[in-house]
């Protein structure tokens, strides 16, 4: 089958999740904004890039040269009918998820009108099913971490281009920080509006601060992201990266991670270094694979104690990742058979 990726619309950080897809599967990686294509051709220079702005324009041509179309965003049902009406093509449209998180059961629901769906592991099936949603899904494959094997296989290129953007411009005898919270969702769940100014405020000397907010923060309160971003300007020991978009090669070097419900913090239990979390609106799972800051406590003082939570992390990341799967030949399989037998899974 003739397969192709898609990273259609503005979200470029869906890169770091569909580039190394399009790397396994050995397909081309269409894009539709500019900014976002420039930011795979300098990240992603191992993915075939098509740029299609006119996307709308060219359906006929996609239908002609593809079968397969994959995506980190949930396909429209009517995309369906539209190749089929117009093209008279079959197309399928497999979803694969940007990300495991505890967050976002409210969304989970576009699972199952989905042609087929990519899972990491067992915890994305259990919080289907308790919503009631497993059962409706007839096509799916484990696909496991497949985004720390791509970034092992290109580390030296990685590991160069993190070193010249981030790490060469802080000081390197500090331990160092990555603070990643989440987007502002309906479930509240970043702690980027209500912690930045005290996390930055609160930097000691002897840290080095990453700042990597989630894309959408901006969009969501532009005056005051702008206004946090303003407080680093004179701090050497902190950065702001807005547009760096693979976090493996930050997670590979930084000493302790501080974040809320991004999806982040489950990328870093492979690394088993300490998580610290910001209170926020709820407790989660992978909350207990970590520390909660205490609010009327300094925050690093905090990180100067780290607790032990090796075996937590380590049984949590085996089931949101399900280790020893083959994401490439699951995803053929899926592919070979019109409809895949989820107990075989």
């Avoid at 005290?198 to 000397?205: A, E, F, M, N, T």
Wanted: aromatic share 12%.
């Amino acid at each position: 089958m003739r397969c192709a990726a898609f990273n259609s619309g503005p979200e470029f950080h869906m890169l770091d999740h569909i580039a190394p897809l399009a790397h396994l599967m050995q397909m081309p990686l269409i894009t539709t904004e500019e900014k976002n294509t420039r930011l795979a051709r300098r990240f992603y220079p191992h993915v075939k890039l098509l740029y299609m702005p006119d996307l709308e324009m060219r359906l006929g041509e996609i239908a002609t040269n593809f079968d397969v179309l994959f995506e980190c965003k949930f396909w429209g049902t009517h995309l369906k009918s539209l190749f089929k009406e117009f093209y008279h093509k079959e197309m399928r449209l497999v979803f694969c998820p940007h990300g495991q998180s505890d967050k976002g059961m409210h969304s989970i629901g576009q699972y199952p009108l989905q042609d087929a769906v990519l899972l990491y592991g067992d915890l994305l099936v259990e919080m289907l099913e308790k919503l009631d949603l497993w059962s409706l899904i007839s096509q799916a494959a484990f696909i496991g971490n497949y985004r720390l094997p791509f970034y092992k296989q290109h580390q030296s290129f990685y590991d160069a281009i993190a070193e010249k953007l981030i790490f060469s411009k802080l000081p390197k005898q500090n331990k160092t920080l990555l603070y990643a919270p989440t987007w502002q969702d309906a479930e509240d769940s970043s702690s980027f509006f209500q912690w930045t100014q005290r996390v930055i405020s609160q930097l000691p000397s002897e840290w080095n601060l990453i700042i990597k907010p989630h894309p959408l923060l901006q969009q969501k309160r532009p005056a005051h992201y702008y206004a946090l971003l303003a407080q680093i300007e004179r701090k050497t020991n902190v950065l702001f990266i807005e547009e760096f978009v693979p976090i493996y090669p930050i997670l590979s070097r930084i000493d302790i991670l501080l974040g809320d419900h991004s999806s982040v913090g489950y990328d870093f239990l492979a690394f088993n270094r300490p998580l610290f979390f910001l209170p926020t609106s709820k407790t989660t799972r992978l909350h207990q694979c970590g520390q909660m800051i205490e609010p009327d406590q300094n925050i690093y003082e905090q990180l100067e104690h780290p607790k032990c939570f090796l075996q937590e992390q380590k049984l949590l990341y085996q089931f949101a990742f399900k280790e020893g799967v083959d994401p490439k030949q699951n995803i053929l399989r899926l592919l070979s058979h019109g409809r895949q037998d989820k107990d075989g899974l």
